[in-house]
Structure formats: structure tokens, C-alpha cells
């Protein structure tokens, strides 16, 4: 009796039975039942089952299934508001927890006090660049006073370069000593030819002495040959202070000198002072943001935090007791 | 009042509402428990639980047909009571002898009660054999085929009420209609005249 039909053409003439085919399909089959009579069987016991299990008597309900007052308590307006207070009272811990985070976690606490210092960033970084800027202007009391901020960017530890360049450049020009190009300059900022380069900014070539510059004259020509005392000599002079004598020029590098904050071998047990560079240091010393100090801003945020995570807790917890009280209750 | 306005007035609180929607679909609820639990008791208590899990879920419709969103409620308390079945099967695998309470070694509580064809050509209840080809068959088969076949529901209710799309609902259908029939060819016997007569001139 079984009939010899793919699974597909089972499936196909079942929805067809039910009209559940598309008009295409529908001509398909009704030209195959006409062509193949097993598929035509197939199908006729299909119907048949189909008929079998629709004249399945109807069972009768034992009784009625309504609800009544006493199974379904009344829901009062109050009922409809646990599931937002519930989903409030989450929010509020997921909240809670993301600022304990944002609070206590290394790498989010550094960046808000990145953020906090991003307002005083500016004035130090254009303290760092006055001392250029009031060089090149004679009428300035720091005129005299150089400033040597030691490792500050680029007009910071240029001097070893530029020592290295006077060793291998020889016929270099002039160790320019614009800020720009640091101490004793870079190869970039080293002419070849030997002739005399008038810096960009001729304040500090004429008379005013450049926070670089020694007390030598600012223009200096280097000699076509320059001799290899004179090249090795060249970091020591280009890394010392503008501040220092012209002797310092010469001072061997025996682990003295501005790098390794050392004064020269000559100016040991002498006391220097120098007012205008010393108060200029002081300033920047005060503008630059310590990791330890608290910014305004940094107190004004942590204010805030404190004050949203309390709104956040006591929120979080009315919410929370209120769902559970109306959903014991309703 | 149309039976979109029971809805409405049902998802506002109104029991009175509520019930003229369960008046009009329990006896189809009942019978379909009934096909899946093949238990009377079984069924009258998965429908009163179907009835009130759909008032109290009434915010969660959505439209459509609300007799298949019935019928899925219904749907989920038999798989909800299948399932406790599985877990807590009520047949012990060894009776105890309530007399000396020891264990019976006899194999007769092994046999099957249910009706074999034989006992059923006895009887003569057809409802009985299709039943029993209705056990046979998987949850999923099952659901499906009494709600397209015994309930007369159309594809699309039933992948409302099951949860799957229609191409599921085609497959499982001719599946469980191959397997009903190869199920059903010790009970044609059983059928009616006119399904006897008409077996008799397709066998």
C-alpha cells in the first residue's frame, strides 16, 4: 500500500491538500495527479487520513473555563507601575556601578584627570614658549635672563644631535640657536658652505642674549675645518646653559653640565643667581599641573560624582522597594 | 460586539469581557489539551491555566488573530505539563506488593493497557485509534497536526500559535500525516462506512 513518493512530493501534495500552494504549484500538481497515478494514490490516502482525524468526534468541556473576580484579583493602576519602577531600579544599580567605576578604575580615573588638566595645559605649554617670545623683545626684563628648560620639546635635548652633526658636518654653517632648532642645532638647521646664517628672529641674533646663546657673540661662523678637540667640544658648549661664561664651552664631557644637572667644574662652590630665570621657573612651577595637585575643575567633577551617586543609590533603592511592595501587595 | 472590541475591552480589565472570548474558544482549547495530554482531568486543568495565563498576559498581545494567540497559550501549559511528566513520571517501574511489601516479579503490570487494534475493532471508537496514533507522534508533530487537521486552523494560525515559520508548519504537517497513515492502516476497519467503502475500492 505504502506508495513509492519522495518526502518532497509528500510535503507538496500535503499543503496542496490544504490549498496551501502557490497558483503555479498548484497547476503543477493538478497536471502531475493527472499524469502519474501513484502520486494520485499518494494523495488519496492523504485525504483520507486528513478526513479520518477531522471525524474525530469533539470532546464536550466538563464545565465553563471563565474566570471569575476571586481567581483574577482586580488589577489596580498601582499594578501597572511595577514593571517600570523594577526596570528603574536596575537602571539606576547599572548606573551606580558604571560611576563606581568611572571612579575607581586606574585607567578612567587618569583619563579624567586628563580631563581636568586639559584647561591648564595651554597656559603652560605658552609658558613654556614665553621665554622665546620675551627674548626677542628688548624692552623685556627677562632680557638678560635666559631660560634653559631642560628636556622641553624641541628646543629641549637637541644638543647631542647637534654636537653629532658638527663632528660629521664640518663645513656646517652656523649652530643656529633659534629655539626651534635646539641647542647647537640639528642637521637640518645646519647651512652647508660655512657662511654666516642670520637667524629667523634677529632679536636674539643682535644684542640680546638668547636663552641658548652664550656670552660669545650670537653670530658665530664655524671654520671650514674645524678642528676634532673643537667638534667634541661642541656638545658641551651647546648643552651649557645660556646662562654660563664662555669658558663652559670648553669644559669636557666628564659627566658634568646641564645634562646631568651638574654645574661646570668652574662654577662649582660659586652661587649663582639668576633672578629673572629663577622667577621665571617659579612661574612655570606653579602653572604646570602636578599628578597630586586638584584642579578646580578636577574638585568641581568629583563634586558631581559624589553627588550622582548618592541621587543613583537613593533612586535605585525607592524604585527597587516600591516594585516589591506593589508586587506583594497587587 | 466584535471580538476585537472584547479584546480592547479585556486588556482594560474587563473580566465580563474576557469571558465571552473564553465561552467562544474553550471548547477548542479543551480538545486540543486533550489531544496533547490524552488525559480528561489532565486537559480541563491545562485550559483553566491556559485562560487565566492569557488574562494575565493580555498586555503582551499584539494583534492579530486572537485565537491563535490563545491557542499558543494553551500550547505552552501542555508543554509545561509534558514536561513535568518527564521530570516527575508517575508509573513506578517496579510495583511493591502492598502485602509483604516486596517487589512483584510477575510481568504483568508490563502489558500494555492501551487498546490494541483488535480491542479497539471492539469498542469501535474511532476517537480511541486515532489517539492512539496521535501518541505516537512527537510533541512537535502532534501540536501541529491536531490544530491544522482536528481544530481545522490554517497554516498561518498555527505559526502564530507554535511560534514557527511556515515552511516549518508544511513540513511537520505531511510528516505527521505519513506517519498517521502508516499508523492508521490496522484501524481502517474502524472508520465509518462511508471511509470503509471508499478504502475498499483505493486498497
Same mark, same amino acid.
Not at chain 2, 89 to 92: N, V
Given at each position: 500500500m505504502t506508495t513509492p513518493v519522495s518526502p518532497d512530493d509528500w510535503e507538496l501534495l500535503s499543503a496542496y491538500l490544504d490549498g496551501q500552494v502557490s497558483a503555479r504549484e498548484n497547476e503543477q500538481v493538478r497536471l502531475r495527479l493527472e499524469a502519474q497515478p501513484e502520486l494520485q494514490r499518494a494523495f488519496e490516502e492523504l485525504r483520507r487520513t486528513r478526513m479520518v482525524l477531522r471525524s474525530v468526534p469533539r470532546k464536550r468541556v466538563p464545565r465553563n473555563f471563565t474566570l471569575t473576580r476571586a481567581m483574577v484579583p482586580e488589577r489596580r %493602576?498601582?499594578?501597572?507601575l511595577v514593571p517600570s519602577l523594577s526596570f528603574a531600579s536596575g537602571l539606576a544599580t547599572l548606573l551606580l556601578v558604571i560611576t563606581f567605576a568611572f571612579e575607581f578604575l586606574p585607567g578612567l580615573n587618569n583619563s579624567t584627570q586628563q580631563m581636568a588638566a586639559q584647561a591648564p595645559a595651554p597656559a603652560a605649554t605658552a609658558a613654556l614658549q614665553a621665554p622665546s617670545a620675551s627674548d626677542s623683545n628688548p624692552s623685556t626684563p627677562n632680557q638678560g635672563a635666559p631660560i634653559v628648560i631642560w628636556g622641553g620639546g624641541a628646543t629641549g635635548m637637541g644638543g647631542g644631535a647637534g654636537g653629532g652633526s658638527g663632528q660629521e658636518l664640518p663645513n656646517a654653517g652656523v649652530m643656529a640657536t633659534t629655539p626651534e632648532t635646539g641647542i647647537g642645532g640639528g642637521p637640518t638647521s645646519?647651512? %652647508?658652505?660655512g657662511k654666516e646664517v642670520v637667524p629667523t628672529e634677529p632679536a636674539q641674533v643682535e644684542g640680546t642674549q638668547s636663552p641658548f646663546s652664550t656670552s660669545s657673540p650670537s653670530i658665530v661662523s664655524a671654520p671650514t675645518e674645524t678642528p676634532p678637540e673643537k667638534s667634541t667640544e661642541a656638545p658641551a658648549a651647546t648643552s651649557t646653559p645660556a646662562a654660563t661664561s664662555a669658558p663652559a664651552l670648553a669644559a669636557p664631557l666628564t659627566g658634568e653640565g646641564p645634562i646631568l644637572g651638574i654645574r661646570p667644574t668652574q662654577e662649582m662652590g660659586k652661587i649663582v643667581i639668576d633672578q629673572g630665570a629663577d622667577q621665571t621657573s617659579r612661574e612655570l612651577t606653579s602653572r604646570q599641573p602636578t599628578p597630586h595637585s586638584t584642579s578646580p575643575e578636577t574638585s568641581f567633577i568629583s563634586g558631581h560624582l559624589v553627588a550622582i551617586q548618592i541621587g543613583l543609590v537613593v533612586l535605585a533603592l525607592i524604585a527597587g522597594l516600591a516594585a516589591f511592595y506593589l508586587r506583594r501587595r497587587f | 460586539m466584535d471580538e476585537v472590541a472584547l479584546v480592547r475591552a479585556a486588556i482594560n480589565g474587563d473580566l465580563d469581557s474576557f469571558n465571552r472570548l473564553v465561552l467562544a474558544y474553550q471548547e477548542m482549547a479543551y480538545n486540543l489539551a486533550y489531544r496533547m495530554l490524552s488525559d480528561e482531568d489532565a486537559a480541563s486543568d491545562a485550559t483553566q491555566t491556559a485562560f487565566f495565563s492569557a488574562f494575565r498576559s493580555l498586555s503582551s498581545y499584539r494583534g492579530g488573530s486572537f485565537r491563535a494567540w490563545v491557542m499558543r497559550m494553551v500550547t505552552n501549559t501542555c508543554y509545561d505539563e509534558l514536561r513535568r511528566r518527564q521530570r516527575h513520571?508517575?508509573?513506578?517501574l517496579e510495583p511493591v506488593d502492598e502485602e509483604d511489601d516486596e517487589e512483584i516479579e510477575?510481568?504483568?503490570?508490563?502489558?500494555?493497557?492501551s487498546p490494541n487494534p483488535e480491542q479497539t475493532l471492539e469498542q469501535g471508537q474511532l476517537d480511541q485509534a486515532v489517539q492512539s496514533c496521535l501518541e505516537g507522534l512527537t510533541d512537535e508533530f502532534r501540536v501541529v497536526v491536531v490544530m491544522v487537521d482536528v481544530e481545522g486552523m490554517d497554516y498561518q494560525e498555527v505559526s502564530i500559535a507554535i511560534g514557527k515559520p511556515l515552511g516549518t508548519i508544511k513540513s511537520r504537517v505531511a510528516r505527521a500525516r505519513l506517519k498517521l497513515r502508516d499508523c492508521l492502516q490496522g484501524f481502517w476497519e474502524l472508520l465509518p462506512v462511508q471511509f470503509r467503502l471508499e478504502n475498499k475500492d483505493q486498497l
Open positions: %493602576p498601582w499594578s501597572r645646519a647651512p %652647508p658652505g | 513520571p508517575t508509573t513506578p510477575s510481568p504483568a503490570w508490563l502489558a500494555d493497557s
